[in-house]
Each structure stands twice: as structure tokens, then as C-alpha cells.
């Protein structure tokens, strides 16, 4: 087997991250934004012993939240890099966020998903990013993360996280109502934590998830697996990813996350999930970056939200 094109397309998207990181504009708390009027905002921190640091939690509520009664309880989300979800201050990548307060209020406005909460969950900046979302080395990086700490995240997830939103707020803590998702590193990390805790995740989603880490261990991780499968699945990926000029989408190398995904569907199908629980959304000329995830966002959560 050829493995100079795989080598190269690690190569090629490390280096596409580094880009992005030198540019990087980050703010840990922004909260200059101004949220939609029916959606509500608000920010918790949370020590982690597990990791044993500080971050902020970005708790979205649905519209009429705190008039819907004590008995009522809410589905929930966890997104990992929750500086990048509601403000274009905070975001890591670029100046654009993936708009999920003004697109969740809109959604449930019309009706067209049922209320639920957002949990956006602020990762410890930048330079460590990688060391909590990694469950494997990334060689490709430079400098690489020696021994991140992922293994450690679905622990952090379900034992510190969970138990937190619950203590404060309405949330079920049905399998099938509980979410984990994120974007790059946060999808990669988001699918391990799932593959690690199935009877307490129900659904995922996936924006350009990394799977090129560690030679495509995630998905020779799945290969494996014969835990619960999810409620539903959404995964979203570019066919520009690592954003060549003129979107070329003729080189292997800028279509090897969307065979990844594609991967992973065939995998999830494979072992017996229901085509209607699983969404695909390939992008055309869609690239790394926020603007793209935000794009993808609304089909993502209806299909995953659907009332």
C-alpha cells in the first residue's frame, strides 16, 4: 500500500492548522455580545479535578426556560470549543462563529425543532487545545502534544461536566437525550468520548472531524466497538478542507476527510444503524473553518432536533 499520499494529506492539514493558529485572535471570556431575545446565554465555570484547571461553560437556554415549570426537563448538547459557538470575539480560527444562539432561537421560533439546551464547553486555549482533545499524538503538529490527556475527556464529560449542568440546571439524563459534539479536534475527541461511554451518549455531531490522527486510529478504534449505537448521528465535512486555491478537489489529499466520513457512515450502517438515524453533509469547496461549520449548523440540529 502507497502511504506517501496519506503522509502527505497529514502534512498538508497540520500545516493548514498551524496557518490558522498564527493568525489566531482568542479572548477566553468575551461576553460582549448582545443574544437573541427568546434564547438566553448564560456562563458558568467549572473546576475539573480530572484535569485540574478552570473553564467556562456557555449554558444556552431555551426561550422561556425559567417560566416552563420545575417538571420540565430538557434535552442537551455538549460542544466542545464553546469560544467559537456564540461570538465572533472569542472564536479561535477566524472572526466568524458558528451562530448557534441566533440559529437554535430561530429554529425553535418556528417551531421547526423542539426546545433544548446547549452546553458550550470553552477549551483551555489555543496552546493546549490539542493536549485535552487528543486521545493520541498528532505527530504531525509542530510542535507535537508528547502524551495529551484524552483519554482522560470522556471522564471529564460524563463524571464532571454532566453532574454540573445537572446540579443547575433542567436536563434529562436519558441516554438518548444526552449529545456530544464539536469541530476538528472537538469531533475527534467527541466521537472517542462516545466510543468510551455509549450507555451514556445518545447522539453526536461531527464537523470536519480529524480521523487522520495517529494513522486513522479512531476509526480502527470503531472497527472494534459493539457498544450501544447512537439515537443519530449528524457529520458534516468540506471537499475543501485543507482550503487549496481554486478548491481542487482533484487532488486525494483535500478529499481524505470527506473518505473518512464516509468511512465512518459506512461503518455505523454497517453495524446495523437505521439510515434515517444517520446525516452526511458534504460541503462542496467547504473549508476548515467556522464559517463552514456554521453553515452546516441549522440541517445538523433539525436533524438532530427534529419536534
Given at each position: ?6 503522509r ?6 497540520s ?18 455580545k448582545?443574544?437573541p ?12 479535578k ?16 425559567y417560566?416552563?415549570?420545575k ?13 467559537s ?28 425543532i ?20 487528543l ?14 490527556m484524552?483519554?482522560?475527556y470522556?471522564?471529564?464529560i ?14 434529562s ?25 455509549p ?6 455531531l ?12 479512531i ?14 448521528i ?7 478542507e ?42 462542496k469547496c467547504?473549508i ?5 461549520w456554521?453553515?452546516?449548523?441549522p ?9
Amino acid at each position: 500500500m502507497n502511504l506517501e499520499p496519506i503522509r502527505n494529506y497529514y502534512l498538508k492539514l497540520s500545516l493548514f492548522f498551524i496557518t490558522l493558529l498564527s493568525g489566531l485572535f482568542f479572548c477566553a471570556n468575551g461576553q460582549n455580545k448582545s443574544e437573541p431575545s427568546n434564547v438566553t446565554l448564560e456562563y458558568q465555570h467549572l473546576h475539573s479535578k480530572i484535569f485540574n484547571n478552570t473553564r467556562t461553560l456557555r449554558i444556552l437556554l431555551p426561550p422561556g426556560y425559567y417560566n416552563s415549570g420545575k417538571n420540565k426537563i430538557y434535552k442537551v448538547l455538549f460542544l466542545n470549543d464553546g469560544q467559537s459557538l456564540f461570538n465572533n470575539d472569542t472564536c479561535q480560527f477566524s472572526h466568524n462563529e458558528w451562530r448557534v444562539d441566533e440559529t437554535v432561537d430561530s429554529l425553535i421560533n418556528m417551531k421547526k425543532i423542539e426546545p433544548f439546551i446547549i452546553v458550550g464547553i470553552d477549551n483551555i486555549g489555543s496552546k493546549y487545545r490539542g493536549k485535552e482533545y487528543l486521545p493520541w499524538e498528532d505527530i504531525y503538529l509542530s510542535p507535537p502534544i508528547p502524551h495529551p490527556m484524552g483519554p482522560k475527556y470522556p471522564d471529564f464529560i460524563i463524571n464532571e461536566v454532566l453532574p454540573f449542568v445537572k446540579s443547575n440546571y433542567r436536563i434529562s439524563t436519558k441516554r438518548e437525550d444526552i449529545g456530544v459534539g464539536g469541530s476538528s479536534y472537538g469531533a475527534l475527541i467527541a466521537l472517542y468520548t462516545y466510543l468510551k461511554k455509549p450507555d451514556d451518549i445518545g447522539f453526536l455531531l461531527l464537523e470536519s472531524p480529524s480521523f487522520y490522527v495517529n494513522e486513522q486510529a479512531i476509526l480502527k478504534m470503531f472497527k472494534s466497538f459493539n457498544g450501544a449505537l447512537p439515537e443519530k448521528i449528524s457529520i458534516g465535512v468540506g471537499t475543501n478542507e485543507l482550503a487549496l486555491k481554486n478548491c481542487d478537489e482533484s487532488n486525494p489529499d483535500n478529499l481524505m476527510a470527506v473518505r473518512d466520513a464516509t468511512n465512518l457512515q459506512d461503518m455505523f450502517l454497517s453495524k446495523g444503524l437505521d439510515k434515517k438515524r444517520l446525516l452526511l453533509t458534504v460541503g462542496k469547496c467547504a473549508i476548515h473553518r467556522e464559517k463552514a461549520w456554521a453553515g452546516r449548523f441549522p440541517k445538523d440540529i433539525q436533524f438532530l432536533m427534529h419536534k
